[in-house]
């Protein structure tokens, strides 16, 4: 995530790009090169790296044990990252799994009512609290908010991946979808609102994501969501009871 730095960490990398340590490969990872400084861009070798076939992660968690049908998911999920797809099959929450969680909250979403999204909310708190720990066991010097933050982007993720579904099967019939393992819950969405409203939803999403990077209080960016997708705002809720 290069592109995240500020201007004078640009700065500071900037004159060891100038000068770089003899013996040393200095190698930078972002997503958007763009947004990096234009002499940084100048000083550096520019690779870019595709996303893998869908078979190949898929036959890859599959070898790892990983059963087909959560193979393919996870594999849509990770938009193509092997690594990803990976960290998130092998991650072992307890009961329910994490596969199984995501199958309740998907299941949830197709019936979700103003009324238990304080709930919802409160299971997805949860549910990042023990991703981040399980992900905290296998790593040394771990950070706990960076790994809290990945997992709540995750989980956000997952969300919009059902709406981005739900939109997707309205669309472009038989177009592959990131839950198809349970493609009638996206069918129950699709018959509710109409595509400019998952539209809404599927931007709200996003900017729910960028809450993530400027720490906005977990809780809070969940039920914000989920209000916004039940069709009301948190201030309507609060005042109807």
């Known amino acids: 995530e290069a592109e995240k730095t500020n201007r004078f960490s640009e700065n500071a990398m900037l004159k060891i790009l100038e000068e770089p340590p003899k013996h040393c490969t200095i190698i930078l990872l972002c997503t958007q090169a ?4 234009p002499t940084i861009r100048s000083r550096c070798q520019l690779i870019r790296f595709g996303p893998v076939d869908e078979s190949v992660i898929v036959e890859r968690l599959v070898g790892q044990g990983v ?3 959560e193979a393919v998911f996870w594999a849509r999920f990770s938009q193509g990252s092997l690594g990803v797809a990976q960290v998130w099959a092998g991650t072992d929450i307890g009961e329910p799994s994490l596969y ?3 199958r309740e909250l998907v299941d949830r979403l197709a019936n979700l009512r103003p009324g238990e999204v304080l709930e919802t909310a409160e299971r997805l708190t949860k549910t990042t609290k023990e991703i981040a720990e399980a992900w905290e066991k296998g790593a040394e010097n771990a950070n706990k908010s960076d790994l809290q933050r990945k997992a709540r982007k995750g ?4 969300i919009i991946g059902v709406y981005e579904d739900a939109m ?3 669309v472009s019939p038989g177009r592959a979808l990131i839950h198809a393992d349970q493609s009638e819950a996206i ?3 699709r018959q509710g609102p109409d595509a400019e409203t998952l539209a809404d939803g599927i931007e709200a999403g996003y900017e729910k994501l960028r809450w993530i990077e400027s720490h906005v209080n977990e ?3 969940f039920e914000q969501y989920l ?3 039940c069709g009301c705002d948190t201030i309507q809720v609060l005042s109807m009871e």
């Open 227 to 229: 209000f916004r997708l």
């Open 67 to 69: 059963k087909e049908s």
């Open 168 to 170: 997707t099967s309205a």
């Open 187 to 189: 069918a129950r969405i």
């Open 219 to 221: 809780r809070l960016i």
């Open 100 to 102: 199984q969680t995501k």
């Open 155 to 158: 989980l956000l993720r997952m």
């Open 34 to 37: 763009d947004l990096l400084l």
